[in-house]
């Protein structure tokens, strides 16, 4: 059954570094998303990306941050200077057209 | 508008027994409310959803039910096991407008043996 894979899994930085966070969708989907989830709370959602730019996202996701889709399978997440509170589990998923998305194991980001 | 509220927000069960949770919406807009179950250091995994046109849609031994008027929807897990033991979150998205999810806040369910 196909899977949403990321990589890594963990990653540790140092605050004012920046980091990069990838994915790889399901082959034939066409909607991409990126959520976090800060330790024991609740999944939140970042930004959506379709037909090759952002077609929403949150007050969260601000100018720090960006995404990308460089090539035909991947998808990635850029924080550009993490800060301490960007310490979270970090989730792509995808879908094809309506309902169903799949999310991928996710990236742990630890920022010290 | 945008929020999804949870309850409760931990679930003890003996196995056998009948899991319950539930939420509710503002956003009349919303028109798809998936359920999802997520074990420790995973990613969430759609368990079962539902459109507002249906009351109730049941797989297995997971159900859930729909009350478009109260803005209200709830999962029920019957005969429970302690493999069903996970945190469940509650969504719902305007799947056509880009399909964005909102979560509620999870429940965390244990079923004893």
């Known amino acids: 059954e196909p899977e949403v894979t990321q990589t890594p899994s963990h990653q540790v930085t140092q605050m004012g570094q920046e980091v990069i966070l990838r994915c790889v969708p399901i082959s034939n989907h066409l909607y991409f998303y990126w959520y976090r989830q800060i330790l024991g709370q609740k999944v939140e959602f970042l930004v959506s990306f379709y037909n090759n730019e952002i077609s929403e996202k949150s007050e969260i996701f601000d100018d720090q941050f960006s995404v990308e889709r460089p090539d035909g399978s991947n998808f990635t997440l850029k924080i550009r200077s993490t800060k301490l509170e960007d310490s979270a589990m970090y989730f792509c998923?995808?879908?094809?057209?309506?309902?169903?998305?799949?999310f991928g194991p996710g990236t742990r980001l630890l920022v010290l | 508008q945008q929020q999804v509220k949870q309850s409760p927000q931990s679930l003890i069960v003996q196995k056998g027994g009948i899991s319950i949770i539930n939420c509710a919406y503002e956003?009349?807009?919303?028109?798809?409310f998936p359920w999802y179950q997520q074990f420790p250091g995973k990613g969430p995994a759609l368990l079962i959803a539902?459109?507002?046109?249906?009351s109730e849609k049941k797989e297995g031994r997971f159900t859930i039910s729909f009350n478009k008027s109260a803005k209200q929807f709830s999962l029920h897990i019957m005969d429970s096991q302690p493999g069903d033991s996970a945190t469940y979150f509650c969504a719902a998205s305007r799947d056509n407008q880009g399909g964005k999810l909102i979560f509620g806040q999870g429940t965390e369910l244990s079923v004893k043996p």
């Open positions: 539902i459109r507002p046109d249906v």
């Open positions: 998923a995808s879908r094809r057209v309506q309902e169903t998305q799949y």
């Open positions: 956003n009349t807009a919303f028109d798809y």
